[in-house]
């Protein structure tokens, strides 16, 4: 079993829907968890970070942890087809610099 | 200011050959990391640098792969003797010290990566 878990996608959404991408992981050590963006041919860039459990609020978007459920959750709102690209996410934990990814979701919003 | 840059940016070899992929990291970014994209298998993580100390080594695939970072900047990856299921994207990402748990603590820069296809 990978540490992390996430759909692979693809996940094919019309322009103005509102969009979730969820990871699951075994560790509950992990205390950090960040969502990265990457489009295609480029690297990926962080896009949303969270410390513990909560919620974190940047214009759009929305990531969700649930340190009891082993949950995390990216929600976009009103998604554009400018947010169509791969979301990974990723987590650490406390003193650690190793950063596990997930596999990514592709995500296409169509016009 | 300049970001993460690596080259080459495509790599074409035949099996059995050596390669070395080159990073140069933001400036002033102690932490270095080497990474490995393959389709659907997310980021493995190969290799980090931090300052002077020894580097972590603990996910290079086999003793075939090698990494170093001359001066505390420049890192290069060489994979020996390539193999087709080395074919991959590399990734290369750079980081400020790991000071609290801030953003800055935990934000990765990655740069565009190589991507590697071993005939």
């Known amino acids: 079993q990978k540490e992390v878990e996430q759909d692979p996608g693809p996940l094919s959404v019309p322009e103005g829907a509102i969009v979730s991408l969820n990871c699951t992981y075994s560790n509950s050590a992990f205390q950090y968890f960040m969502w990265y963006r990457q489009y295609s041919r480029k690297g990926p860039e962080l896009l949303m970070y969270?410390?513990?459990?909560g919620n974190k609020e940047d214009g759009r978007f929305t990531a969700q942890v649930d340190k009891s459920s082993k949950y995390i959750s990216l929600f976009i709102r009103d998604s554009q087809p400018s947010d169509s690209a791969t979301y990974l996410c990723a987590m650490r934990w406390t003193g650690g610099f190793k950063t596990i990814f997930g596999a990514g979701t592709r995500l296409f919003v169509k016009a | 200011g300049a970001g993460v840059s690596q080259s080459p940016s495509n790599k074409v070899t035949e099996k059995g050959k050596d390669v070395e992929l080159r990073c140069d990291p933001i400036s002033g970014h102690t932490a270095l990391y080497w990474y490995r994209q393959s389709l659907g298998q997310g980021l493995e993580f190969l290799i980090y640098?931090?300052?002077?100390?020894?580097?972590?080594k603990s996910g290079l695939p086999s003793d075939r792969f090698s990494a170093e970072r001359t001066g505390g900047s420049v890192s290069t990856l060489t994979i020996q003797r390539t193999q087709q299921e080395d074919s991959a994207v590399y990734l290369c990402?750079?980081?400020?010290?790991?000071?609290?748990?801030?953003?800055?603590?935990?934000?990765?820069?990655f740069g565009p990566g190589t991507r590697l296809t071993v005939t």
């Open positions: 969270t410390y513990s459990s």
């Open positions: 640098f931090q300052g002077n100390s020894a580097p972590d």
């Open positions: 990402a750079s980081s400020l010290p790991r000071v609290g748990g801030g953003r800055a603590g935990n934000e990765q820069y």
